[in-house]
Every structure is written in C-alpha cells, then in structure tokens.
C-alpha cells in the first residue's frame, strides 16, 4: 500500500521560500508510470493543482504560479519537493501530495498524503 | 484555460436518498473528468475517473456518467458516511488540471 507523507514547517514568513517534502513510502517512487503532485486548499475552498514531476525530473507547473514554484525529486530518498518563492498570505493553504499514474492516455490522483498546513505570517 | 462549474454547491439530503450532482466544463474535455469525496481534515479520495470507472474499493452506489461538457455523479442511496464535499476535476488539457469548486452534501 503506498502512502504519502507530507513534511516542512508550518509557518513560513511573508517573501521567504515555502519548502516542503513528500516522502512516499510502500513503493518506489521511480517504478512504475507516475507522476507525483503538489496540490493545495485554502481554508474552507477549492483545490488548486501547483505542479507534477516524473522522475526523469521532468515538470509541469500551473501557469499562475510557475514563475514561483520548483519542483524536485530524490529518487535515492523516494520523496519529491516543493519551493514556493516569494511567499504571501494567500499561500496560506493545506498542501497535499498525491501520485498520478498514467494509463493509457487516462490520469487521475489515486493516493493522497494527508495534508499539512502552511501559514503564510510575520 | 479550461474551466469548471459544479452544481448545486450544496445539497441537503436523507440517509437513502439518491443523490446526483452535476459538473460543467468550459469546452469539451472528452471523457476525460474525476470524482472525488472530500470529508473534513481529510485529503481528498478518488471516487471516479474517466467520467465512468469506478475506482478499486469504492462502493458500487457510486456511478459517474457524461462525455463532452455535461458530467454527473449519483449516489443510490447516500449512507452516513458519505456526507461530505465532492469535486470534479478534469485532465484533458494536461498537464494542467482544474477542480471544480465543490458540492457540500449535508445531512437534512
């Protein structure tokens, strides 16, 4: 059973750099057709998709924060990475990871971590 | 950039009531739209994908259906522990993929 683990501190000040790390575990991350996710939710709304990478270490960003975000992987760790520049308070969200097996043209996030809260705040 | 509409944003229902709610696309995205329940606190779970597959483990009075821009997801006959907040999400126009904003299903 592959799990997702989500880890980095919780509060990050406003124009620093938000860093957080999924860790996957009951699977290599380098097996199989996947790619793994960053996601995240405001409080109390919807969710926004932040960007994927394949272990080759090819990414894919959202276009409305692309300028911001990098993406990584440790295939030697089996955990992928976040950064998020330039922080503000509407950052502040709960950030997920999630793994998106590719099949036959068909995608979806199948497994999820469960979430961690990072604040945006002096 | 494709975008999604969901409706109602909310609903109240009874345990054993059949329950359907409805995702829009902006333009046609194939068959290529997911379900998911999300219950506070917790990360989202995939219910559906391919507008119509049932994922390994949900129970069968789940069901997904449309093509093009017109999608629904129905429950039979909603069990307690399927009050919860439902998405769409599409990935036809991958590698960018956009949520729909939610339906709240509460208990009436």
């Known amino acids: 059973q592959v799990q997702l683990q989500e880890s980095g501190p919780g509060l990050v000040k406003p124009s620093q750099t938000l860093s957080l790390t999924c860790t996957v575990s009951?699977?290599?991350?380098?097996?199989?057709?996947?790619?793994w996710s960053w996601i995240r939710q405001p409080a109390g709304k919807g969710l926004e998709w932040i960007g994927r990478?394949?272990?080759?270490?090819?990414?894919n960003y959202n276009p409305s924060l692309k300028s911001r975000v990098t993406i990584s992987v440790d295939t030697s760790k089996n955990q992928f990475s976040l950064k998020l520049s330039s922080v503000t308070a509407a950052d502040t969200a709960v950030y997920y990871c999630?793994?998106?097996?590719?099949?036959?043209?068909?995608?979806?996030?199948?497994?999820w971590g469960q979430g961690t809260l990072v604040t945006v705040s002096s | 950039d494709i975008q999604m509409t969901q409706s109602p944003s909310s609903l109240s229902a009874s345990v054993g009531d059949r329950v359907t709610i409805t995702c829009r696309a902006s333009?046609?995205?194939?068959?290529?739209l997911n379900w998911y329940q999300q219950k506070p606190g917790k990360a989202p779970k995939l219910l559906i994908y391919?507008?119509?597959s049932l994922q390994s483990g949900v129970p069968s009075r789940f069901s997904g259906s449309g093509s093009g821009t017109d999608f629904t997801l129905t429950i039979s006959s909603l069990q307690p522990e399927d009050f919860a907040t439902y998405y769409c999400?599409?990935?036809?126009?991958?590698?960018?993929?956009?949520f729909g904003p939610g339906t709240k299903v509460d208990i009436k």
């Open positions: 009951g699977g290599s991350i380098s097996s199989g057709s996947y790619y």
């Open positions: 333009q046609s995205i194939s068959s290529y």
């Open positions: 999400q599409q990935s036809y126009s991958t590698p960018i993929f956009t």
């Open positions: 391919a507008a119509s």
């Open positions: 999630a793994r998106e097996p590719m099949v036959r043209g068909v995608t979806y996030f199948d497994y």
């Open positions: 990478i394949y272990t080759s270490g090819s990414t």
